[in-house]
């Protein structure tokens, strides 16, 4: 090849590599981890300090007991269309025959966690019946996701120091609990939940029932018009200098 020739390539390649690096910074990568960008006007560039504005009210948004394909589906549609991630935490058995679903909220950032493998109290299980729950749902997601940084959130929120012990992981909690699953009452929960929002709360959600999907919808819809910024449970504790430590217990990060 002729001088030109080789003048070229290294043309080539110097745009491929302009390209790439626009690419990065757009945070169009795919895989994990999970883009950091929690909310549209949240431009964080990495996951140790996402770039928040001082005074900046941030909101994490949680759902537990899902996958539900119907309803969990047109929630994260519904989520896109309003550039919001949230934090799912999933009950194994329902992973296994909606992997699909599982493979979606991972690539459009959202956050999952582990929510047991059949839904049960972790209180008072030996090691065996715990890893059958935790071990057995972390093993699920990590070999239809490809990675293994899985939060924890016990059915119930019930605790003991085995729990603790052996969660292998931070252990999320809640500070707003509209209890959706007692009457699926789509106003009383935005209500409820828009009357107690403050900045660092952690909602608690399920993706499993119609109402709570519209609810959730509207609380996004009704907290950005007041200012806040969605993200997941990561990039809530890490834009308020929080490291997450495994077998600790987390309810908020309040300023
Ligand atoms: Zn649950």
């Known amino acids: 090849m002729n001088k030109f020739g080789r003048q070229q390539k290294g043309y080539v390649l110097a745009l491929a590599l302009l390209l790439l690096s626009v690419l990065t910074a757009a945070g169009l990568r795919t895989g994990h981890p ?80 582990l929510h047991t493998y059949d839904h049960v109290r972790l209180t008072d299980l030996n090691r065996t019946d715990f890893n059958a729950q935790v071990e057995k749902s972390r093993a699920l997601l990590k070999q239809v996701l490809g990675h293994n940084d899985f939060l924890l959130r016990p059915p119930y929120g019930m605790l003991d120091e085995s729990v603790k012990a052996w969660a292998g992981c931070p252990i999320i909690l809640w500070s707003i609990d509209p209890e959706d699953w007692k009457d699926m009452n789509t106003e009383r929960e935005v209500k409820l939940i828009v009357s107690e929002a403050q900045d660092g709360a952690i909602i608690l959600m399920h993706d499993i029932f119609p109402e709570s999907v519209d609810a959730a919808l509207q609380v996004v819809d009704q907290l950005h018009s007041q200012g806040y910024l969605f993200c997941t449970v990561d990039e809530l504790f890490a834009a308020r200098g929080i490291a997450l430590e495994s077998g600790e217990m987390y309810w908020n990060a309040y300023p």
């Open 34 to 113: 999970a883009a950091v960008e929690a909310d549209a006007g949240l431009a964080g560039d990495t996951e140790e300090s996402p770039s928040v504005q001082a005074g900046q009210k941030l909101i994490a948004l949680t759902f537990d007991d899902g996958p539900r394909r119907s309803t969990t589906t047109r929630l994260l549609d519904g989520l896109a269309e309003r550039g919001v991630n949230a934090t799912f935490f999933l009950i194994g058995a329902q992973v296994e025959e909606n992997q699909d679903v599982v493979r979606r909220m991972d690539e459009e950032g959202h956050q999952i966690g």
